[in-house]
């Protein structure tokens, strides 16, 4: 039977230790910390009860009531994870007998391929900034890095000046967890990052530079470009050559993995590039462009293609 507290304080005082935990000692990211303390907060609210009296069916009711409110799957799967780190953390203490959350099964949920875009769509996409002075020549920038490099939105905004090794044409990521790495920039971002840093100085001494001066990427007020800022970038321009749909920075970094696959290179590149800790993860790319698949075979099998069936006839 359990043991119910009110208003449930004992929970909440393991989820600040959990999150302290996170923050401190595996250095995620404010949007990962974000992201788990909602869940974890929803969850303290649905069950009221210390942690070593938390029972699978307290946990399995939650993931139910997320469903029936209407929740996405993806959604509902993400804090059922939350609550596995949690119990696991909280098992590695100590502080429950076994981790309850292990035991509930994950609500299936469909398998959405990445959306990419074109080789001309992404040309006709980095080329559609025009003019001179900072916001133009950045917003080049930022579209050609995102594509040339694969970068999450937050690396790109987390970027400083120093990270930048233009003559090497190399950049330091930082990604999740603070794990850094270093990726290659291509010719045309190198060419668009050089035109930018020199606006970019201008800019310092036109203003009489008062804002920040590590950030690579700036707004108007020279302050560090935004997350939500380089979204903008990235619809604003978008919209403007005809996509349609959803898109955002996240498409540009899957373009980048998809492209570099149909070009022929290894999933295990293609793994750091990305900065992904699984090659699970980066498998997803694997399914897509299946016409270049067909195309392949067509060309590389003796029977692939009609043509090569009885010295070409039908």
């Not at 900072?134 to 400083?160: H, I, K, Q, T």
């Amino acid at each position: 039977m359990l043991k119910f507290i009110m208003p449930s304080e004992d929970l909440n005082s393991y989820i600040k230790n959990f999150l302290k935990y996170l923050e401190v000692e595996r250095g995620v990211s404010v949007h990962t910390l974000r992201a788990y303390r909602k869940d974890l907060k929803d969850f303290s609210e649905s069950c009221r009860s210390s942690p070593e009296n938390v029972e699978m069916i307290d946990i399995r009711g939650f993931v139910s009531n997320q469903l029936i409110s209407g929740r996405a799957k993806t959604t509902v799967s993400r804090r059922l994870a939350t609550l596995r780190s949690f119990f696991s953390y909280l098992y590695q203490e100590g502080y429950v007998k076994i981790n309850q959350a292990k035991l509930v099964p994950s609500p299936k949920a469909p398998k959405y391929l990445p959306k990419f875009l074109s080789v001309d769509d992404v040309f006709s996409l980095v080329k559609e900034p025009g003019g001179i002075g900072l916001l133009p020549v950045r917003d080049r920038a930022v579209l050609e890095l995102l594509y040339s490099s694969g970068l999450r939105v937050s690396e790109a905004a987390g970027l400083n000046v120093d990270d930048l090794n233009i003559r090497e044409a190399l950049v330091k990521v930082r990604g999740k967890g603070k794990k850094e790495r270093i990726v290659p920039v291509g010719g045309k971002a190198v060419e668009a990052l050089k035109s930018y840093l020199i606006e970019r100085m201008l800019f310092k001494k036109k203003k009489s530079f008062s804002g920040d001066d590590t950030a690579l990427f700036l707004n108007k007020n020279g302050e560090r470009l935004t997350d939500r800022q380089i979204r903008r970038v990235v619809v604003k321009y978008a919209r403007l050559i005809g996509i349609d749909g959803q898109i955002g920075p996240h498409t540009l970094r899957h373009t980048f993995a998809t492209h570099l696959l149909v070009g022929g290179a290894d999933l295990r590149v293609i793994q750091e590039l990305l900065g992904h800790s699984s090659l699970s993860t980066t498998q997803k790319y694997t399914h897509l462009d299946i016409g270049h698949l067909i195309d392949v075979y067509d060309k590389a099998h003796p029977f692939g293609d009609d043509k090569n069936i009885e010295g070409g006839k039908k």
